[in-house]
């Protein structure tokens, strides 16, 4: 069975610095999709990013980047400088690809993450 | 504008009272599901479908009941609601079964159960 773990529940860090927030997945699948999300405090869920299983290479977006390691099952999210309006809860979730059937989207319990100004 | 709709977005109710809770999106999507988010649980699976009349359950489908007439709509139904279904409940569709289809969420919808 697929698994998403977000060990860290609450991070709170000041204004500028960086921060990490970490995923760890389990999955039996080799062709599989992880995913992070974000839930500023209006509620809403907002996708960020997707990765598939075959493409480990890191990507940046901004002060944004996301750092995939499939030996050691994980897909990290970094953000750089962090600001006030990257308070959010965010969730890692993940997908498996197989051909025909039901491909079902697991979600970790999130982080919590608050930048204080 | 492409979007999933919820309502009612907040209610209240007592335990026993029927209530529906509608989901619609308008971006011809296949797939569509409910979720509930609880602290420390995250988001976890109530319901799916993959197609019209074609509805299975998710994780935690007990207390549950939906249907999927029209491909737009697919709402979530409390028969009997008690209050350890207060949470935040979450619609979202796909465009397929692909697993690499990213969801699209609706606002949410906080039931609180007395």
């Known amino acids: 069975a697929q698994k998403v773990t977000q060990a860290q529940t609450e991070i709170s860090v000041v204004e500028k610095e960086d921060v990490t927030l970490d995923c760890v997945y389990e999955t039996r699948d080799t062709t599989y999709y992880l995913f992070w999300y974000k839930q500023p405090p209006s509620g809403e869920l907002v996708f960020l990013i997707r990765r598939n299983s075959f493409d480990e290479q890191n990507e940046i977006s901004g002060r944004y980047s996301w750092n995939f390691q499939k030996s050691t099952s994980s897909f990290n999210f970094t953000i750089t400088a962090s600001q006030v309006v990257d308070s959010a809860v965010y969730f890692c979730a993940l997908s498996e690809a197989n051909s025909g059937g039901y491909q079902k989207v697991t979600f970790g319990t999130g982080t919590k993450l608050q930048v204080i100004p | 504008e492409a979007q999933v709709t919820q309502n009612p977005r907040y209610l209240i109710t007592v335990t026993g009272k029927k209530l529906t809770v509608t989901c619609s999106q ?89």
Not at chain 2, 99 to 112: D, E, H, K, P
Request: charged content about 20%; aromatic content about 12%; proline content about 7%.
């Open chain 2, 26 to 114: 308008n971006m011809n999507h296949e797939y569509m599901s409910w979720y509930r988010q609880d602290p420390g649980l995250g988001l976890r699976q109530i319901y799916y479908s993959m197609n019209v009349e074609v509805t299975d359950k998710g994780d935690v489908p007990e207390g549950y009941k939906v249907s999927r007439k029209e491909k737009r709509n697919f709402p979530l139904i409390l028969e009997s609601p008690s209050p350890n279904q207060t949470s935040l409940y979450f619609c979202a569709s796909r465009p397929g079964r692909a697993g690499a289809n990213v969801l699209t969420f609706g606002a949410g919808s906080r039931l609180t159960v007395l």
